[in-house]
């Protein structure tokens, strides 16, 4: 069973950046389409970005296309978060997790549901101020 610890959150003013990290342990990082998921207080989670297995594909929330950037290192089994220009509507707990099918990617109709993914790491928190 794949583990997932997230790294990377803080507090940062609007306008800024942050870089979060989720590294894989246990498990076939490369096999999965890894995502990122999000979650403000008192809403539900909601999808952000993901990346195919292979790192070719990519898939965005319309609210972060342009800012962020979904990231793969499969040598090293980590994939990352490149956040900039950072709003105040983009606090909350970001989590990565992984696809439930292997060689798979999600499809191309709506945004992926995080129903199709599970490992779910503990989460780490972003705080934007404005």
């Known amino acids: 069973q794949v583990q997932l610890v997230e790294s990377g959150g803080g507090l940062v003013q609007a306008g800024g950046s942050l870089r979060l990290s989720c590294a894989a342990s246990g498990g076939t990082f490369i096999r999965y389409t890894m995502g990122w998921f999000r979650q403000a207080p008192g809403k539900e989670r909601e999808f952000v970005a993901a990346?195919?297995?292979?790192?070719?594909?990519?898939y965005y929330a319309d609210s972060v296309k342009g800012r962020f950037t979904i990231s793969r290192d499969n040598a090293k089994s980590t994939v990352y978060l490149q956040m900039n220009s950072l709003k105040p509507e983009d606090t909350g707990v970001y989590y990565c997790?992984?696809?439930?099918?292997?060689?798979?990617?999600?499809?191309?109709?709506?945004?992926?549901?995080?129903?199709?993914?599970?490992?779910w790491g503990q989460g780490t928190q972003v705080t934007v101020s404005s």
């Open positions: 990346i195919a297995w292979n790192g070719v594909g990519t």
């Open positions: 997790a992984q696809y439930l099918f292997v060689w798979r990617v999600p499809p191309r109709v709506g945004v992926p549901s995080s129903r199709d993914f599970d490992s």
